[in-house]
């Protein structure tokens, strides 16, 4: 963490917590993997140390392609386990809680189907708190909560410490990063990189 983060980290009455949704809120892969299969049923995971899909599923690349560009069901796609019930418990801690997703240009339906999720799942006043960015090291924060080993590298050094969310393609990072291994964690690892108490015995005004 560098020096002015953890100033805003510290001196912050409600650090602003970037979440990301795909593979941390929302079980986005198994959707794909549904989609992709009834195109090709012998679709499986080749290499569980990739993030990019099309390195990851053994399948033909044009199909893989056609996946990612059409539209998914994402509006009914499963929550990650605790999700939910974290962000919600977030907000109770006085956090200043924020999604930041990234958009796929190449996906006509992919920004209002993401803005679709949250308002479903997570009302409309979080809907208007989502930022939908191709960069996301341009997105001010304290932290930022993402399975993506590499969301650091971008056109700026980030304001925000990178948590990653627990996947098997990301767990060859090194053990320097914070890592949440799952949702019921949040309160233990939020609380060591912030160097803040959101202990549930805690009385913290309500954001």
């Not at 990063?177 to 803040?196: A, F, I, N, Y």
């Amino acid at each position: 963490m560098t020096r002015s983060t953890r100033s805003l980290a510290t001196t912050t009455e409600h650090p602003r917590i970037l979440l990301d949704l795909d593979g941390t809120l929302v079980n986005w892969e198994r959707c794909f993997e549904r989609e992709l299969q009834k195109l090709y049923p012998a679709a499986s995971i080749r290499d569980t140390a990739a993030y990019d899909v099309r390195d990851r599923w053994d399948a033909p690349a044009d199909l893989i392609l056609e996946v990612l560009h059409r539209k998914l069901d994402y509006a009914r796609m499963k929550p990650v386990n605790g999700a939910i019930e974290a962000v919600t418990e977030m907000l109770h801690a006085g956090i200043d809680v924020w999604i930041c997703s990234k958009n796929t240009p190449q996906n006509y339906w992919c920004a209002s189907d993401k803005l679709l999720w949250v308002t479903r799942r997570l009302g409309v006043e979080l809907a208007e708190r989502t930022i939908l960015a191709s960069d996301k090291t341009l997105v001010h924060g304290a932290v930022l909560i993402d399975d993506r080993a590499d969301i650091a590298e971008g056109a700026v050094a980030p304001s925000w410490t990178h948590v990653v969310f627990d996947a098997d393609y990301n767990r060859s990072m090194d053990a320097s990063v914070p890592r949440l291994k799952s949702w019921t964690e949040w309160r233990e690892v939020l609380g060591e990189v912030l160097d803040m108490d959101f202990s549930a015995s805690s009385r913290r005004a309500v954001a």
